[in-house]
C-alpha cells in the first residue's frame, strides 16, 4: 500500500501550456505511469496538448474527468489562487511545488482550506511531491531514483536531502511505499505528523526514515507523536547543525530565531523518542538498511 | 530582509503608526542639522541590525548641537557586536511615562498570527516571557478574518495598559497590524511602545523583518534591499541571482537544493574543517549558474578549497558535469575543487569528467569522503601558502643581505 495516493489517483495539472512547467512536470509524471487525466488554462479550455485534454477550470476538469488530485506549479502570485480554485473543485489531494509564496498567502490559504474545505489535503508549497513508487509521482522527484516494494516510508522537509534518502536506500535494495517531500515553508499543508500518522497505520510500511531541517518546531512536536504513536522504527536526520542563528538557510522556513528551531534541539527530542538520529544523509540510509534487514 | 530602524520607522509612517520627528545622518554635520529640525533635546541613535545597541554606547541624548557633535562623532565608526556604524538616526527625545512591547508574528505551529502586548516594554520580551510570563497578553489572530478594533480595545484592557494609553494604543495596534498583513512582514515589532507624560502614544523604536518572498508586490522595498548587507561576498552573490550566506571557514560549499547545502556545510563540520559558505545554486546546475557560483566562492580570500557537491535528481549528473566543465573553462579558480556527483544518470557523468580530473579536480563518490578530501585540501593549502609566504620572506632578506 501506499499513504495519500496509489494506482487510482487520477490527476489535473493546473497552469498548462506548450511551454509551461506544468506541462513539462506533468508529462514526465505521465511517463512514469501517473494517471495525468487533464490539465487547466482559462485561456485554451477545449485543446488538446500532449493527449491531455485541456480545461478552462478545475472545476470542469473535475466534473469531466473526475480527477481526484491537482498538481500545481505556477508562479508565486497566483498559487494561492490556484490551490483554492482546486479545493473549491473538490479535490481531495493538492500538490504545490510552487517556491516562494509569500508566508502570509500561505497562512491565509491553510486556514481558508481549514475552515472551508476540511475534505482536502494540501502537500506543500514549495516541495518536491509524493511519489509512490511504481503507483504514482506527483511532483518533481525523479522515478529513477526510486525502487517500488517497500518497505521504507520516507517524510522529508527538504527537496534534494529527500533524493539523496531515496537513492542511498534504492542503491542497497531497500524500497519505498511512498515518499512524501511536505516542504521547507512556515505554513506546509501537510506536516511531519500527518505523515507519521499515515505511515503507521500503513500495514505495507514497516519502517519510517524522516529528514528534518533547522527552524520552527515541528520536528519537535514530531518527536512527541512518535514516542506516543508510532511502533514502527523511525531514522531520523537532520540539516543545519552548523547554522548560524537568524539567517534563513535558503528555505523559508529554515531560520533559527533565538535559542529555538537549532538541529541540536530537534535531534535531541527524536533521539528521546525513541529514534534513530544519523549525523549525515549517508548514515541514516545505512541505519535505515540494517534496521530493514533485521525486519527481514 | 531584516530593516534598520530608520527603515522600519519610515514603513510604520505608511501604515499610520505615530513615531518621533527625526531623520537619517551619515555624518556629523547632519546629525546637527537633523537635530535642529526635530528640536532639543534630541536622541542619536547608531543604526545597526544587531540588539543591545544601548549597552554598547550606539544611544545618546543630546541637548545642543555641541553634544550632538560630540556624540555622532564618537557613535559613527563605532563597532557594535561586529557592526560598524556609518549612519544615524537622530530624533526629538519623548518625556516617557510608561514602555510597553506590541508585536506581530506567525506562529507556526498554530498556523496563525500572534500579537504580544506587554506592559513591561523596553527590555527583551524573551526576558519577559522568562522571568513574569504573566505580563503578556497574547492574541492568537486568524489570517482569513484579521484583527478587529473590538479585539483590540478588549487585548489592551487584558494586558493592563494605563487608562490613559488605552484607546490609541488599540489604534496603534490595528495600524501595526496592517503594517504586518498588508506590508507582508514576518515581524513587526515595536519595543517600546511609548505613553508620553502628556498623553501621547508613539513608537520609539521598530524592528521589522520583511518576507523575502512578498517582494514581488512590493516595488517600494528596492531602497531596503540596496542597505541589505555590508558583507561583499553576499553583495556579489546577490548580483548574480545566487542564495548565499557568507560563514566564517575556508572551504568553499557549492551544492543544489537548500537542505543539500545546509547538509554539506554540516559533513564539512563534521569531519574537522569549517565552511566559508552556504551556497544553493537551486534544483538544477547549468554551466551559467555554475560559473556564477564559482566566481563568487572564488572571490573569497579565505577559501582554500572547493567542495561541489550536487544531488542529479530531473537535472541529470551528465548534464550537470558538463555544466561544470565549461563553467571552470571560463573562471580561473584559485583553489582546488572536490566534486561529488551522484544521482540519475550517475555513470554518464563521471565518465564525461574523467579526462578532466587532475590534481586541482578531484572526484569522489559519497559526500563524506569528499567533505573529507576537500578539508584536507584546504589544511594543506593553508600550510603552503603560510610556507610559500615564509620562503618568499626569507629569500627577500637573503637578497637584501646580499
Redesign the interface.
Known sequence: MSIFVDETTTVVVQGVSPTSQGLYHGL?NRAYGTRVVAGTNPRRGGEVIEGIPVFSTVADAVESTGATASFISVP??FAAAAILEAAEAGISFIVCITE?????DE??T???L??EHPGTRLLGPNC?GIISPGKCNIG???G??ALAGGPVGIV?????????AL?ELSQQGVGQTTCVGIG?D??PGTNFIDCLAAFEDDPDTKAIMM?G??G???EE?AAEFIAANVTKPVVC?I??????PG????????IIS?SKGT?KAKMEALSGAGAVVA????EAGERMVAIVKELG | MDLYEYQGKQYFARYGIPTSPGGVADTVDEAVTQAEAAGYPVVVKAQVKVGGRGKAGGIKLANDASEVRAHAGSILGMDIKGHVVRRLWVEHASDIAEEYYASFT?D??A???LGMLSREGGVEI?EVAATNPGAIARVHI???RGLDLGTARRWVDDAGLDETARAQAADVLMALYRCY?EG?C?LAEINPLILTVDGRVHALDAKVTL????R??HPEWDEYAATETDDPREKMAKEKGL?Y?G?SGDVGII?????????T??????VGGQ?AN?L?IG?GASADVMSAALEVINADPSVRAIFVNI????TRVDEVAKGVIEALGRVDLRSPIVLRL???NVEEGRALLAPHLTDRLVAEP???EAARRAVAMAAAAGVGRTAGRATERESRESEERA
Not at chain 1, 100 to 104: K, R, W
Not at chain 2, 211 to 214: I, L, P, S, T
Open positions: 514526465r508565486p502570485p516562494g509564496i509569500p508566508a502570509h497562512a491565509r491553510y486556514n481558508r481549514v475552515q518536491p518533481i522527484t525523479s529513477d531514483i522529508s522537509r527538504s527537496g534534494t536531502l529527500t533524493y539523496q537513492h521547507g512556515p505554513v529528514i531541517e533547522i520552527g518546531s515541528e512536536r536526520y540539516a543545519g547543525v552548523t547554522a548560524p539567517r534563513k538557510m535558503g528555505h523559508a522556513g529554515a533565538g538541529a549525523e549525515n544523509p549517508t | 506567525l507556526r505551529p498556523k496563525t498570527h524573551e486568524d489570517p482569513v498583513d507582508d514576518d518576507d523575502d518572498n512578498a514581488f508586490r542564495n550566506i560563514l551544492a543544489n537544493g537548500a537542505g543539500l547545502a545546509m547538509s556545510c554540516d559533513v564539512v563540520n563534521q565552511p552556504f544553493d534544483g544531488f542529479g535528481g530531473i551522484d544521482g540519475t559519497t559526500m563524506l
